[in-house]
Structures are given as structure tokens and as C-alpha cells.
């Protein structure tokens, strides 16, 4: 009977004690032995009222912390943002004066610049160097002979490394008729592609527009090595395009649907794209990913650095080389100053540029870099140029450059992220 007291109450959902409508319990009980009405037809109001209400509360708490959540991370975010994200880039140089240059230490070639950096398969790191010597049958100071590509190899891990002395028996890349190079082999960029396992090597080959051979016409080339030491010429990339050279090659993390496996970002005054589906042959897309901006530090032209550094948050660091003109130097005719900049790419679709530097991280402020006095020794004044590098960890990035196509130095880059 308590039982069915209890469910007849929870009918009544606005009494204060069950005392009050006695009458009308036994009235709902006597009812209940004569029509036998179950128990459970006895709807306990209260109960199911108090049960919504319950829900409702738990629902609006529950919807409330979510809503508070999101506004503290939104706060979180935007006090402190993801510290993946590329910020910017500063370099600092390793030493003021160059650590390769014509000398019983360190080379037998007047110029020694332009290098490429890679590491051998023992653990050796090794420079692909552009070396050059004066023409002594020559009065004028900028005649020189053909250009050469030699190998200084260290076994050194520190930034300023021990490298070996370059004589010519470190040559690796000789100006003949065999290599459509007659003129000289110059500026390599160099890559190693697992695939492949081998390196790849692009240069500028030198050769002559005429029988005459009095104009030189660079082309860019390739050649290729399962070492590093001996190489094996494959030719020119784009026979039919004039003043082609700087070539770097970025290899996809997969091939896309119309087989491409690699981009090589290559040219002369700008930078354009070329796609490979063997890493042999190359097809220009007409596609300018880079180009001088007028009035700029890099208004007069742009050409490729080292071959783009992959970044920890998936897009590339690519450096490139670029020149403004800035007056009358030393040099009869020259007038262009040299300078080094960036571009961040996307790590999915390289061909498209997210970042390019406002200034940039290195310019030819010292001495054998602008090389502009008639004392100094120099190929080409107001220059830097870097076509080599390596990464030290996540956040550091150590490129080698030249000055005035003389002489080697490298700095170090640090990447600051948010």
C-alpha cells in the first residue's frame, strides 16, 4: 500500500505534505481495487519532472564548459600561437675573412668560389668547388681561363671546418668537347636523390654561340654520380633556350597523378619552374616563381641558391641569389651589386610562394666581399653568392657563399618560429 501511496502522491505536483489530500489518496487507492488499475498506471510526475529538469541542467553544464573551453584556447592561441609557424631568418657570418682562397693551404687556383655542398656515403662532408685560374697570356686583369669543378672533402663536424687542400687532382668536372662544356663547367648545385642513389649535379656548361668562338652561350646540364667523386655527363636540360643555368631540384614526397617526381627551380634573371618525371629530363612549365621586383635590392635579377631545405613545419626554405644595379665599379661595364634573400614554398605544391624576404641576409659589406679598390684581387666586385649548404639541426641551416668570385666563406641561420 506505501507503494501506491507513493505514485498516487507523485500525481500531485504542487502540494506541501500528503496529510493535505488524504481524501483524494484513498480515493485513488479504493479506485484501484475496483478497477484494477496496475501500479505502474500510476504516473509519477515528480519524478519524471525532476528527472527533465536534471537534463537540462546537466546539458547546460556540459554545453557551457565546451563554450568556456573554446574561448580559453581561442585566448591561448592568439597570447601564445603554435610555435611552428615561420617567422623569419637571420644569418651571421663565421668568420670575416674566407677559409678558401688561393694559398699553399688551401688552393692552387687564383678563384676559388661558387660551391656546392653534400655529404659522402663514409661520412665525409665534401665542397663541389668552381675554381679558375688567371690567363697569363692576357694584360687585361679580367681575362681568366676556363672554369673547372673541383672536390674539397673534411671529415670535420664543426661550422668551420678542415677542409682538403684543392689542387688538380681534385678536379671532378673538366671543360672539353665531351661535356659540350669547351667554355668552362661553372656554379654547381648538387642533390642526392634516394630513388636514384645517386647524386645529381647541376651546372652551367659553357660553350660557344659561334665558329668564331667569340661569344659564350651557358647552357645548364647535368651530370650524375654514385659517389660523388666520379661523374657521368648527361647533357644539356634545355638545348634550346639561351642563357640557361642555376638549376636546384626539389624531389616530392610522392609522385603526382601525371607522374612529376621532381621540380627544378632553374634560370637566369628569374626563377622558373621545370618538371621531371625521371629526374633526366626536364619540361618548363612557363611559370615564374620568382622574379626581380623594380627599385628593389632584387630588381635586376634573381637566380637559384642551394637546392630548397625541407622546414619542420613541412614547407621548403629556399635561398636565391639577386643583383641591383648600383653604379659604375672598378670593372669596366659592371655596374650590379649582389645580395642573398629567401622564399618560404609550400610543402605540397612547391610552385607556390608563402614568404619572401623584405631585405636581405646578406650583402657585400666587407672588404673582400666588395672587392671595389684598384689594390684588390677580384673576378666580379660587389658580390656574394651562395649555390651550397647543410642543416645543423631543425631551427640552424649553415650556407657556404663567395666573395667578388674570388674567395669562400659560410654563415649560419638561425630560423626564429611563433
Request: glycine share 6%; net charge negative; hydrophobic share 35%.
Amino acid at each position: 500500500m506505501s507503494d501506491y501511496v507513493s505514485f498516487v502522491k507523485g500525481k500531485f505536483e504542487h502540494r506541501d505534505s500528503i496529510d493535505e489530500h488524504s481524501d483524494l489518496i484513498s480515493h485513488e487507492v479504493s479506485q484501484h481495487g475496483q478497477s484494477g488499475l496496475q501500479e505502474d498506471d500510476l504516473i509519477p510526475i515528480e519524478e519524471e519532472s525532476y528527472s527533465k529538469k536534471c537534463l537540462i541542467v546537466s546539458a547546460s553544464i556540459i554545453f557551457g564548459s565546451i563554450f568556456i573551453f573554446i574561448i580559453i584556447v581561442c585566448c591561448v592561441t592568439l597570447i601564445h600561437p603554435p610555435k611552428n609557424t615561420f617567422s623569419d631568418i637571420t644569418c651571421i657570418r663565421d668568420q670575416n675573412d674566407p677559409w678558401l682562397e688561393k694559398g699553399a693551404l688551401s688552393s692552387v687556383y687564383d678563384y676559388n668560389y661558387n660551391s656546392a655542398y653534400f655529404d659522402l656515403a663514409d661520412g665525409s662532408h665534401a665542397i663541389a668547388v668552381r675554381v679558375q685560374n688567371q690567363d697569363s697570356t692576357q694584360e687585361d686583369s679580367w681575362d681568366v681561363l676556363p672554369s673547372l669543378i673541383a672536390l674539397s672533402t673534411s671529415s670535420d663536424n664543426s661550422i668551420l671546418k678542415s677542409w682538403s687542400r684543392i689542387s688538380s687532382d681534385s678536379v671532378i668536372m673538366t671543360p672539353d668537347d665531351a661535356t659540350d662544356s669547351i667554355g668552362g663547367c661553372e656554379d654547381p648545385r648538387i642533390l642526392w636523390v634516394e630513388s636514384e642513389k645517386l647524386y645529381f649535379m647541376f651546372y652551367t656548361a659553357v660553350t660557344y654561340a659561334d665558329e668564331a668562338q667569340t661569344q659564350l652561350v651557358p647552357h645548364l646540364a647535368l651530370a650524375t654520380s654514385d659517389d660523388g667523386r666520379d661523374w657521368d655527363y648527361q647533357g644539356y636540360l634545355f638545348p634550346d633556350e639561351a642563357d640557361s643555368k642555376s638549376g636546384a631540384l626539389i624531389v616530392l614526397d610522392e609522385p603526382r597523378d601525371d607522374g612529376t617526381v621532381g621540380l627544378l627551380l632553374w634560370g637566369d634573371s628569374s626563377i622558373r619552374v621545370a618538371t621531371t618525371t625521371d629526374f633526366y629530363n626536364y619540361v618548363n612549365t612557363g611559370q615564374v616563381l620568382i622574379a626581380p621586383r623594380d627599385g628593389e635590392w632584387d630588381g635586376q635579377l634573381v637566380e637559384s641558391g642551394p637546392p630548397p631545405f625541407r622546414l619542420k613545419d613541412g614547407n621548403y626554405l629556399f635561398f636565391y641569389n639577386s643583383a641591383q644595379q648600383d653604379g659604375e665599379t672598378i670593372k669596366p661595364g659592371y655596374t650590379l651589386q649582389y645580395h642573398v634573400g629567401y622564399v618560404i614554398l609550400d610543402g605540397t605544391t612547391p610552385e607556390t610562394v608563402l614568404k619572401r624576404s623584405d631585405s636581405p641576409l646578406l650583402s657585400p659589406d666587407l672588404d673582400w666581399e666588395s672587392c671595389n679598390s684598384s689594390d684588390d684581387v677580384t673576378l666580379t666586385p660587389r658580390v656574394v653568392f651562395t649555390e651550397g649548404g647543410y642543416v645543423i639541426d631543425e631551427n640552424t641551416i649553415n650556407l657556404v657563399y663567395q666573395g667578388c668570385d674570388v674567395a669562400t666563406n659560410s654563415m649560419t641561420c638561425t630560423i626564429e618560429w611563433v
